[in-house]
């Protein structure tokens, strides 16, 4: 099954802001936008956002996500040490009736 | 508090069969899709399969459609997954998490070897 589009690796400075990708097809991001999970080494994956830019309780406002057709953004600002992390994103496909992953983003705070 | 605890998890050789089980609890069970997820050795995540409310309904990746098996049992707040015909590429720790539009909230996972 056919998965979503990040790019392996981002590195940003301390209190920089990064900008994360994630590129799927009308039936997936498209369709109802993309979640973003978070997920340190060791550690199960963390939700950060839902349906394109919807916040679970308790997580910051530094993380905000957005979609522009078929791409899905997640955005940090003020990057701190902790933001160290693998970031993949998820969506549902109506085609494939199944749901499919990024292959993950590693962020790097320098 | 929303807990989700993996179990069944070891060694098994090519070809054998082994059933992980997730414990919930903090939450009603029973309304919730619920899914296992994959994650290879270094690799990425990888939705497995996924299981409606009341188990009427499930759904699976096509690499284990045919081998796996996705159950629940309401009743004991678990959530299954019966793996046969297993092959090295199905090594991972496998997660359980419940879907509330999204994957929102994980187990630890377990890991499962397939090795000879």
């Known amino acids: 099954q056919a998965g979503l589009t990040q790019p392996p690796s981002v590195s940003k400075d301390l209190r920089q802001t990064a900008t994360l990708t994630c590129t799927g097809n009308?039936?997936?991001?498209?369709?109802?936008?993309a979640a973003w999970l978070q997920q340190h080494q060791g550690h199960p994956p963390k939700l950060l956002s839902y349906?394109?830019?919807n916040r679970p309780s308790g997580i910051s406002e530094r993380f905000s996500a957005s979609r522009s057709g078929n791409t899905a953004s997640l955005t940090i600002t003020g990057l701190q040490p902790e933001d160290e992390a693998d970031y993949y994103c998820?969506?549902?496909?109506?085609?494939?009736?199944?749901?499919?992953f990024g292959g993950g983003t590693k962020l790097t705070v320098l | 508090e929303v807990q989700l605890v993996e179990s069944g998890g070891g060694l098994v050789q090519p070809g054998g069969s082994l059933r992980l089980s997730c414990a919930a609890s903090g939450f009603p069970f029973s309304s919730y899709w619920m899914h296992w997820v994959r994650q290879a050795p270094g690799e990425g995540l990888v939705w497995v399969s996924g299981?409606?409310?009341?188990?009427?309904?499930?759904i699976y990746a096509d690499s284990v459609k045919g081998r796996f098996t996705i159950s629940r049992d309401n009743a004991k707040n678990t959530l299954y997954l019966q793996m046969n015909s297993q092959r090295a590429e199905d090594t991972a720790v496998y997660y359980c998490?419940?879907?509330?539009?999204?994957?929102?909230?994980w187990g630890q996972g377990t890991l499962v070897t397939v090795s000879s």
């Open positions: 998820s969506a549902w496909d109506r085609t494939l009736n199944a749901w499919v």
């Open positions: 299981i409606d409310s009341d188990g009427s309904k499930t």
């Open positions: 998490a419940r879907e509330d539009s999204a994957f929102d909230c």
């Open positions: 349906r394109t830019n």
């Open positions: 009308s039936n997936n991001v498209g369709n109802q936008g």
